[in-house]
């Protein structure tokens, strides 16, 4: 079954604390993205990445960090320097060059307490 | 110039109908422009796409009709079914260059069919 995956789906967290999404791909994919999504906003791109071992600051960086360390791979931390972080989290993933279509993972919504 | 304004924010239609999302772009490079459809609680799912090529194109019940002069590509969604009730957002990115991919999205449409 392929695609991509996300967890938890669901994660509370208290304000001062780091706390790390998880987005895998089994598509064999070289670039991966995260956005954010805040009601009536649409998604911002918060990092992206072509390969590994290299990433890009998106339009909302400040208060994330990101790795790749592997292919299928593309952890997101969400910091405490992060004002608001009550959001929903979308990774995406796109084949290579050759192709435009980004798809979806189905998303981790963070709650800050 | 990387901005991409949607409207309507929200929109109600009825069973049978069209429902129509349009899209304005600023950045001439911009050469690619996908709609999403997206679910409660989901992720994104490409729907439909174009490039500036093309004034028209169409995929079933849904058509992105792309006017390059005015800036300006809309969603039509003919014979709208309750099922089409979703968010829908555009978007649109330049090919090449140091954005690998990046898409600029819109800030989406709420559309409701009611049955």
């Known amino acids: 079954d392929g695609g991509i995956t996300q967890s938890p789906k669901y994660l509370f967290r208290k304000e001062g604390q780091n706390v790390t999404l998880s987005c895998e791909q089994n598509l064999n994919h070289d670039a991966m993205y995260w956005y954010r999504q805040d009601p009536g906003q649409g998604l911002r791109l918060i990092y992206y990445?072509?390969?590994?071992?290299?990433?890009q600051k998106g339009d909302i960086a400040e208060g994330y960090s990101v790795s790749r360390e592997k292919k299928e791979s593309f952890p997101l931390t969400v910091t405490s320097a992060q004002k608001n972080p009550t959001a929903f989290y979308l990774c995406?993933?796109?084949?290579?060059?050759?192709?435009?279509?980004?798809?979806f993972g189905p998303g981790t919504r963070l709650t800050v307490l | 110039q990387q901005q991409v304004k949607q409207s309507p924010q929200s929109l109600i239609v009825q069973k049978g109908g069209i429902s129509i999302i349009n899209c304005a772009y600023e950045n001439t490079a911009f050469d690619y422009f996908p709609w999403y459809q997206q679910f409660p609680g989901k992720g994104p799912a490409l729907l439909i796409a174009i490039r500036p090529d093309v004034s028209e194109k169409k995929e079933g019940r849904f058509t992105i009709s792309f006017n390059k002069s005015a800036k300006q590509f809309s969603l039509h969604i003919m014979d709208s079914q309750p099922g089409d009730s979703a968010t829908y957002f555009c978007a649109a990115h330049k090919l090449g260059g140091t954005s690998y991919g990046k898409l600029t999205f819109g800030q989406g449409t709420i559309l409701t069919v009611h049955p």
């Open positions: 990445s072509q390969i590994v071992n290299d990433f």
């Open positions: 995406a993933s796109r084949a290579d060059r050759s192709t435009d279509t980004q798809y």
